[in-house]
């Protein structure tokens, strides 16, 4: 699989807003579910943070899956 990429406007996105972009929550609250569910990495190390600031260039693997925020 490859690379998926994800523009964000502004600075930063928080996991959680990532988490529903990509359509996986439909809520901010489904978002400690899921990463107590599913492994989440951001840079290659596990992330349960749902607040977690996400930048352009950060690389975050869900469920196989790697997205690149640009």
Same mark, same amino acid.
């Given at each position: 699989? !490859?690379?998926?990429?994800?523009? +964000? =406007? !502004?600075? %930063? *996105? =928080?996991? &959680?807003?990532?988490?529903?972009?990509? &359509?996986? +929550?439909? &809520?901010?609250?489904?978002?400690?579910?899921?990463?107590?569910?599913?492994?989440?990495?951001?840079?290659?190390?596990?992330?349960?943070?749902?607040?977690?600031?996400? %930048? +352009? !260039?950060?690389? +975050? =693997?869900?469920?196989?899956?790697? *997205?690149?925020?640009?």
């Amino acid at each position: 699989m !490859g690379e998926q990429l994800v523009n +964000i =406007t !502004g600075d %930063y *996105i =928080t996991l &959680s807003q990532l988490l529903k972009k990509l &359509s996986l +929550i439909s &809520s901010g609250g489904e978002c400690r579910f899921f990463l107590q569910e599913h492994v989440v990495k951001v840079n290659g190390a596990v992330e349960a943070r749902r607040g977690r600031k996400l %930048y +352009i !260039g950060d690389r +975050i =693997t869900i469920a196989g899956q790697d *997205i690149v925020l640009g």
